[in-house]
T-cell receptor
Framework: DGGITQSPKYLFRKEGQNVTLSCEQN?????MYWYRQDPGQGLRLIYY???????QKGDIAEGYSVSREKKESFPLTVTSAQKNPTAFYLC????????????FGPGTRLTVL | GQQLNQSPQSMFIQEGEDVSMNCTSS?????WLWYKQDPGEGPVLLIA?????ELTSNGRLTAQFGTTRKDSFLNISASIPSDVGIYFC?????????FGSGTKLNVKP
């Protein structure tokens, strides 16, 4: 079954701790994305990567970091510098072609206590 | 970043009714996508549109790529309770995706 997996589904962390969210895809997609979604809101882009070993900041990158060492994997670290980290985090991927379609993972709900 | 204007924000309808929602932008897009998101889940792709004027159906869902390339419409016919959720539009322009803020659909049995 091809798709995007995110783990864990729910994550709890104490304030001041860094936490890493996992995202893996087996769709052979070049591009991967991280979005943040707050209650009743749309999607805001945190970081994206068009190719392995390269990534760019999105609209709300402050307090977050990413790596793209493998095509299949795009982990997101929420650092202690992120002022309001509690949110629903969505990972997505796309082929990167001109007629492109973006597919989403099931999401991780992060709660910082 | 740029956001698409999606309307309405929410809808309360009776089971069996038809539903229409739309997205507009001041920019041209090459691809329009429509997603449905259930609470606590990731958005699921419903329909993808790649050509101006294109009309595509997926069961009771029909979506159109506006001829100006600046808008798209989603229609749901004969709504049922499981249609409840948030519907998002997305446009692709220069390898970047832009999202609407969502239409929350409530269906009364």
């Amino acid at each position: 079954d091809g798709g995007i997996t995110q783990s864990p589904k729910y994550l709890f962390r104490k304030e001041g701790q860094n936490v890493t969210l996992s995202c893996e895809q087996n769709l052979n997609h070049d591009a991967m994305y991280w979005y943040r979604q707050d209650p009743g809101q749309g999607l805001r882009l945190i970081y994206y990567s068009q190719i392995v070993n390269d990534f760019q900041k999105g609209d709300i990158a402050e307090g977050y970091s990413v790596s793209r060492e493998k095509k299949e994997s795009f982990p997101l670290t929420v650092t202690s510098a992120q002022k309001n980290p509690t949110a629903f985090y969505l990972c997505a991927s796309s082929s990167g072609t001109p007629t492109d379609t973006q597919y989403f993972g099931p999401g991780t709900r992060l709660t910082v206590l | 970043g740029q956001q698409l204007n999606q309307s309405p924000q929410s809808m309360f309808i009776q089971e069996g009714e038809d539903v229409s929602m739309n997205c507009t932008s001041s920019s041209i897009f090459n691809t329009w996508l429509w997603y449905k998101q259930d609470p606590g889940e990731g958005p699921v792709l419903l329909i993808a549109l790649y050509k101006a004027g294109e009309l595509t159906s997926n069961g009771r869902l029909t979506a159109q790529f506006g001829t100006t390339r600046k808008d798209s419409f989603l229609n749901i016919s004969a709504s049922i309770p499981s249609d409840v959720g948030i519907y998002f539009c997305a446009g692709l322009n220069f390898n970047k995706f832009y999202f609407g803020s969502g239409t929350k659909l409530n269906v009364k049995p």
